[in-house]
């Protein structure tokens, strides 16, 4: 989308203000409204949403008088007091979003749509080709950060691997640190480089991509060891529970239900408030509709079906309030040893490969 606005930092006419998506001119309006007025707006929309028009928002420069004045014609119900040019950008979107939606979920956003600039790293790549016990030995002595750092450019599988293989304290400091990483800047990078050189030969140059945030860090757990994995996220939710928090709801969303089995689903549909399993569908993709519907009565799928018509239009936090109910009722199962996550998800993934 971002490809349809490639000067919008200077659009000087009206012409080119009517060649905007529609989307793109919210992101405008947005913007000029401030951070505290768009976070009002923004917690009334879907997580894509979001995403879509706060990368959009990044995309402004300086918003000047008369673009003002045409964005403002596409929404005559907005009064705005505008007497001089306004910006936009990164630093904008990630305040609107930090008070629309929490630091972290913010973080994770932007780490989505506007990952730092940097350059090719061929010793991230060298270590990346690495057997894990040999990243291990590599990072041993480094400070968390700096272990986080590098994880933050390995697949889930493999840092999962090297983070079992340190000493559980450490561990957990390195998850917190991975979980609230930013995009690393590039002299802050190449700083760390200098380190990992003096123990690495470099090989050809490739680029390779950062990836830190509370979801990065849930994707670690989810392929690590049930007990390991539930015993670091226990020790940051200790140290930090709204991080911890944070972590645990993206380690299985509502979506994931879809990678589990009948017999499963139908124990967890059997712990679920009718009504929750309504709300929640509201909004649900279609697989995961017919999913759930067929893992209960046809009775029972009837009725849930009338009430999903009736509800008419319901608030996304609404939803997702239902949505974390049920997932709640999966983490409880788990935790009193009913279900294994991981296992079901692993032999899912199997039968699909």
Known sequence: MSALLPDIKSVPSGSEVRA?????????????????????????????????????????????????????GEFSDVAVEASTAISGGAELARSTLEKAVGA???????????????ASTPVMQDIADMDPRHIFNLLRQEQPQTVAFV??????????????????????????????????????????????????????????????????????????????????????????PDLGGAIRQKMFTFEDLTSLDVPTLQRILRETDTHDLAVSLKKASDKLKSLLLSCISRRAAETVQEEIAFLGVVKAREIEAAQQRIIAVVRQLEADGELDLAELRRNAAYEMA
């Open 151 to 240: 994880l933050s450019f390995l697949a889930p599988d493999k840092a999962s691997q090297v983070l079992a293989l340190l000493p559980a304290k450490q561990a957990d400091q390195v998850l917190e640190r991975l979980a609230t990483l930013a995009p690393t800047p590039v002299e802050v990078m190449e700083k760390v480089l200098e380190v990992l050189k003096s123990k690495l030969g470099v090989k050809q140059s490739r680029p390779l991509n950062q990836s830190g945030g509370v979801t990065t860090a849930a994707d670690l757990l989810n392929a690590m060891d049930k007990t390991v994995s539930r015993t670091l996220l226990l020790a940051v939710e200790d140290r930090n």
């Open 104 to 118: 972290y979920r913010a973080g994770d956003i932007m780490n989505k749509i506007a990952p730092a600039k940097r």
């Open 20 to 72: 905007l998506t529609k989307i793109q001119k919210l992101a405008g309006l947005l913007v000029m409204l401030g951070p505290e007025s768009a976070a009002q707006i923004l917690r009334n929309l879907e997580p894509h949403e979001i995403e879509i028009i706060t990368a959009e928002m990044a995309q402004f420069g300086i918003i000047s008088q008369e673009l003002q004045g045409e964005l403002l």
